[in-house]
């Protein structure tokens, strides 16, 4: 291979080449001009999100490149799916080091074009640049509510069931178990366990749900309790956790099984990507239902009170104490 394949020469070729195929949605007028045109769909507000995944940070520099521009996207429609909004595509900056390569970028290309595919969210502009840092994929994405539908934070009040979707705490171990932990899990959990963190699968299927019954929400990026805490001070309330209903997968239990303290990972580890929203008591129910119908596993976990701050109880109802309720930047 000579070096002209090797290196990158020109944005033009390769945004042509890469990215595309990726933009068909007509307001993306083939990536050929200088910005994009959407129309919400009639009747409904745009919900606006950005998130950037860095790495080192957000994902392993050795990680498959389609992995890496997939969890770009589906963080990003994570959100979305807290918010009850459908995607209607995305903005794409990409900071790259000159390691990689057109074997990188092609992966990455087809990763990315398997989810646009799969999630009905098609690329419509974006930038590439070249970087003396590690590579950082910033996804800018775009999705419609209803007017005035969109669920929001700050919504939750006193009486209201906590519910999550899935299972919490699979990545924030995986992501421990890359790093070295072990906790005598065999290979297919372990297995399990580092996929949830190499691919989020955004809740897109709740939406309606969420839009028909929850009071507040939000996706668990940070960590569940942390990110609880976050929806219950723009909310004004405070939540009671039942630490023994938060659902946990086979690997995960295994692993605090093995190692009470696996506990602190689980629920304050972060890297989730699943809803956590309020629900209010006469609503549970018809909650329920829905996203049984719409194919999400939701577990009620604990309930909103008067006051401030979240407590996480034990299954003698004693509260369990954290070193650090959530992950920070800064
Ligand atoms: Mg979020």
Redesign the pocket.
Known sequence: MGPESDSLSGEDRLIARFFAPLARAPGALGLADDAALIAPPPDCELVLKADAIVGGVHFFVADDAGDVARKALRVNL??LA?KGASPLGFLLSLALPATADEHWLAAFAEGLRADCAHYRCPLLGGDTVRTPGPTTVSVAVIGSVPKGRMVRRAGARPGDLVFVTGTIGDAALGLALRRGATWALDEALSAHLRARYTLPQPRLALIEALRAYASAA??V?DGLIGDLAKLCRVSGVAAVVRAGRVPLSAAAARAVAADPAALEIVLTGGDDYEVLCTVPPGQADGFRAAAAAAGVAVSDIGTIEPGANVRCLDADGKAILFKRAAYSHF
Do not use: G, I, P, R
């Open positions: 994570s959100d807290a939000m996706d990026s």
